[in-house]
């Protein structure tokens, strides 16, 4: 079945450091991927996304590119600041005909400091 | 517009205890999901629902759960004789279309469910 595998946390930075969340996931077919983030006190936002490989899903200063033969999908962002701090959860979508569930990673949390 | 909402937004029940949880998804999106969040992990698919339809209920962990969305637009997921494992968030939902698997879900503030 479909997994996804995100780095555990916390991941603790300073501000206007660079920052990789790393995910990986297992899927058959061509799923389609997802960065969720969720600030505190406050539900899952669609953070990014990307449909097919090679696609790169871009918001916020955060980027991800679908890496189809790596199997990954690693969030990235150049220089974060405090307002970043959040846990992030990273999603797959399988490729069957028909609206699916997500299957999420564990999530990371991400502190930022000043 | 309005997101999805969900009520109530705490619940504490006592062991053996029914419990019914609400979902008002995005006014005219066609379908609609119940995820299961324990403390410190992701979200878990329960099952989903296209208008009406509930077309996969793969996740439902056991026939105590039980959800419906009798004229496509509320849902209510029901969980009877709650036991301790249950307690968790729940997390409804909605996406446009029915489209498929690259649209975008969007979810409500979830319910979390505390059984003592």
Redesign the interface.
């Known amino acids: 079945g479909n997994s996804?595998t995100q780095m555990e946390g916390p991941v603790t930075l300073s501000e206007e450091a660079f920052l990789t969340i790393n995910c990986t996931y297992t899927a058959t077919g061509y799923?389609?991927l997802?960065w969720?983030v969720q600030y505190p006190g406050?539900?899952?936002?669609?953070l990014l996304?990307a449909?097919k490989a090679d696609d790169k899903g871009s918001n916020k200063g955060f980027e991800a590119t679908y890496r189809k033969e790596t199997t990954s999908f690693h969030l990235e962002k150049g220089s974060v600041q405090v307002s970043d701090s959040a846990v992030y959860?990273c999603?797959l979508?399988?490729?069957?005909?028909?609206?699916?569930?997500?299957?999420?990673?564990?999530?990371t949390h991400l502190i930022i400091q000043p | 517009g309005a997101g999805v909402s969900q009520s109530p937004r705490y619940k504490v029940a006592k062991r053996g205890q029914d419990v019914a949880l609400r979902c008002d998804p995005i006014s005219g999106h066609v379908s609609l999901f119940w995820y299961q969040q324990a403390l410190g992990q992701g979200p878990e698919f329960l099952t989903y629902f296209q208008n009406e339809a509930q077309l996969d209920k793969s996740g439902l962990p056991s026939d105590r759960f039980f959800a419906e969305r009798p004229e496509g637009s509320v849902s209510t997921l029901k969980i009877q004789r709650t036991q301790q494992e249950d307690s968790a968030v729940y997390l409804c939902a909605s996406s446009l279309a029915g489209q498929g698997y690259q649209e975008t879900q969007y979810f409500g503030p979830g319910t979390r469910l505390l059984v003592l």
């Open positions: 996804v799923p389609s997802f969720y406050e539900g899952l936002q669609l996304k449909t959860f999603a979508s399988g490729s069957g005909g028909g609206a699916d569930g997500l299957t999420f990673g564990k999530g």
